[in-house]
């Protein structure tokens, strides 16, 4: 706003123009972002995204787990958000627990609810 050199209310309006039309949307924090014509992106939860990790790479009971940091470059997300969404797969029993120098592996597949094509 202050590059621009208008108010906070006028770039609000404006933001929700262009929201109206299609081209931006609101993102967490309370900002917009552009939303870009023929580029798809995930708008699921970390955690659902993470989830999948386990059928996408084919990874079987034991397996072992990528770490937070393979998993924040992977999702273009910081390791501290990465680990709040591993915290929560541990809870439901996805993954073992996370110990200092020992490897998160997986402690049981997810559940699919898809449903079928037709």
Request: charged fraction near 30%; aromatic fraction near 4%.
């Amino acid at each position: 706003m202050r590059e621009h050199g208008v108010s906070r209310g006028v770039a609000l309006r404006a933001f929700g123009a262009l929201r109206q039309e299609g081209i931006t949307e609101p993102a967490p924090g309370g900002r917009w972002r552009v939303v870009r014509s023929g580029s798809t992106i995930d708008r699921r939860a970390l955690t659902d995204r993470i989830a999948d990790v386990i059928a996408d790479d084919g990874l079987a009971v034991g397996a072992r787990f990528p770490s937070t940091t393979e998993l924040s470059a992977r999702f273009g997300v910081s390791r501290p958000t990465v680990s709040k969404a591993l915290n929560k797969l541990e809870a439901v029993g996805l993954l073992s627990e996370a110990r200092q120098g020992m490897q998160r592996t997986v402690r049981a597949l997810p559940k699919r609810t898809e449903s079928p094509e037709s």
